[in-house]
């Protein structure tokens, strides 16, 4: 965690530094195949630790406190797992904070950089876990592209969903049908859905929220899902719960 603090900083300060000079123009580009092996393993120049030593007191300061515990491995995959099962479980657990009651919730695998290691999670572990921009966003969608969508997730291989969501797909990646609080859906209701603005936006091949009315979308730090996510852990801390999350049949393999 601290080299990987460390690079992000230097990243930073380069980047910072470079902003600042304007006088240079760009001549000529050309390009060269770096093999990434070993050899960048090797320990961090004492020059370079020396120069980065007071900004990883800052960079210590701000992601090291610990602010939950995880019952056991808490892990990213398809089609279903316990770390996108708690991160869809917590985009509806928010809902109430925005005055929303909500249907359902749908993550994006691809939004899920890091896993949450059994014991103490500190806020560099949720950091790691959700590193992006992403906001969490709310909108309706007919029953009619709730279908489709979950054709889309189920064509994907399976993306986290809230504990309202029963998925039944073959092997081949077909929908069969699909349950929302343990009913068929509806195609000609409506449905409360959160999710994050990228996926709202029709990324990560789910276009069928692009068709989504009524939307919702925050551009505040405290709407950061690492920051949502945050909330939720000292919370469930405040109430004396370990973090905790289940593989409990959201997305079900049946036959053909």
């Known amino acids: ?4 603090h460390l690079i992000i900083g230097l990243v930073m300060l380069t ?9 240079y123009h760009v001549t000529g580009v050309t390009r060269t195949r770096v093999l990434i092996d070993d050899s960048y393993d090797k320990p961090v120049p004492q020059q370079v630790t020396d120069f980065m ?13 610990v602010i939950g515990k995880a019952k056991k491995d808490l892990v990213a995959a398809k089609p279903e797992s316990t770390l996108g099962n708690l991160m869809a479980d917590i985009m509806v ?14 993550y994006n695998k691809g939004g899920l950089r890091a896993s949450i290691a059994k014991g103490d999670i500190t806020i560099g572990d949720i950091t790691d876990v959700a590193p992006f921009e992403n906001r969490i966003c709310f909108l309706t969608l007919s029953g009619e592209k709730v279908l489709e969508l979950m054709q889309q ?16 797909a073959t092997k081949d990646n077909q929908l069969k049908h699909v349950t929302i609080n343990g009913k068929e859906v509806d195609p000609k209701a409506s449905y409360r859905v959160t999710t994050v603005d990228y996926v709202a936006h029709g990324n990560d091949r789910m276009t069928a929220f692009k068709d989504g009315t009524q939307k919702r979308e925050f551009d505040g730090e405290e709407d950061l899902t690492r920051s949502i996510f945050i909330k939720y852990a000292k919370e469930m801390t405040a109430q004396g719960k370990i973090i905790d999350s ?9 036959e053909e």
């Open 246 to 254: 289940e593989v409990e049949g959201r997305y079900i393999i049946v």
């Open 93 to 106: 657990w928010a809902a109430k904070d925005y005055g929303e009651q909500v249907d359902f919730g749908v």
């Open 15 to 23: 980047t910072l530094l470079s902003a600042c000079v304007t006088h």
């Open 53 to 65: 030593q007071p900004y990883n007191k800052q960079v210590d300061q701000i992601f090291s406190p």
């Open 1 to 4: 965690m601290r080299n990987k």
């Open 153 to 168: 997730i189920v064509y994907r291989g399976g993306e986290p969903v809230s504990k309202e969501v029963k998925i039944f």
